[in-house]
């Protein structure tokens, strides 16, 4: 007789999981580099249930990569740690892995994330391994080996229950057609989004440079030449801390409902508000006081700033322009 299967709701993409033992287990946030773009394709990034972007400097982003239902492999190239994770590794009770960190970002991890930082150097491949530099020399997290190191050399700890997030398959109400989402820190910097009708999915667009210095936005793919593709887009306008040129941080604002937000899935934009009621639990959004449903799938949360706002630059096409002041 088969085996009955007992199925369990992912949480962050409200996906059906035949595997229990997943609930089990907390998140694992990799941090990822976008920039320089010698650093780009990304690889595994489409096995993330969900990505953190935001800005880290100089017109340019940096990735924060939850894994949680995949236990890919060779998740980078890995990127250095900055103050927003430990707020994004909090909020998500998560593990968190990066290459390194400053002075003053140490601080803050070992003040508020203790034993739960996994760094380039002293955690042993397979747990994190770099390509010698014949290859490369980029560096990359294998996730079911990170897993084990916490399990079986850090402290044990009992596993985050997660309310599941609302999902619809369907989606009633919205506010404008949105078949193109571009997102711009600047004309050399893009991260570009296309809906296709035939994956449900937006697909992301970026900025690549030609032999001859110029620059045209093409499709960007996972290392293993799949489309960077998600089914839901959110951006979270936030309250950016400028330390320096290249030191940031966000206030979330916990307990504050009136944080707006822009949510797009198939092809149509909603605006909304974001929201978390304490430090240490995921984000929800809702549409005027109501909960906003994602699409069942992953979701590319963009963390912009309170002052930007989109613009209709066509029919169903839109910029978005950050700013800090």
Partial sequence: MTPRIIYSTNPFTGLQMGNTEIMERKPLLVKLLNWPRNMRPFSQINQA???FEYYTGVQTNQLLAL?????????????????????????????????????????VFDNSLPELIFYQGFTACPGICTQPVDQGGLTYADISAIRTIAQTERPKTAAPLFKVMPFSV?????????????????DFSVMDWRYSSETGRYHLWQEVEDEDGT????????????????????????????????TYDVNLREGDPNQLAIFLRDGKLTYGTWFSETATEPFSFYVEGEPYTLKPGRSWITISSTISRPERVAEGEWDLVFKLR
């Fill in 215 to 246: 620059l045209q936005l093409e499709p960007s793919y996972d290392s293993d030449g799949v489309p960077v593709a998600f089914e839901n887009l959110v951006f979270m306008m936030s309250n950016y801390i400028e330390y320096n040129t290249s």
């Fill in 67 to 107: 894994y949680y239902s995949n236990n890919a492999n060779a998740v980078g190239p890995l990127g250095p740690g900055k103050l927003i994770d430990a707020r994004l590794t909090r909020h998500y009770q998560a593990d968190l892995v990066v290459s390194t960190v400053d002075t003053m970002v140490r601080g």
């Fill in 49 to 51: 249930d969900i990505v």
């Fill in 170 to 186: 369907t989606v009633n109400d919205w506010d404008d057609i949105a078949t193109r989402f571009s997102y711009l820190y600047a």
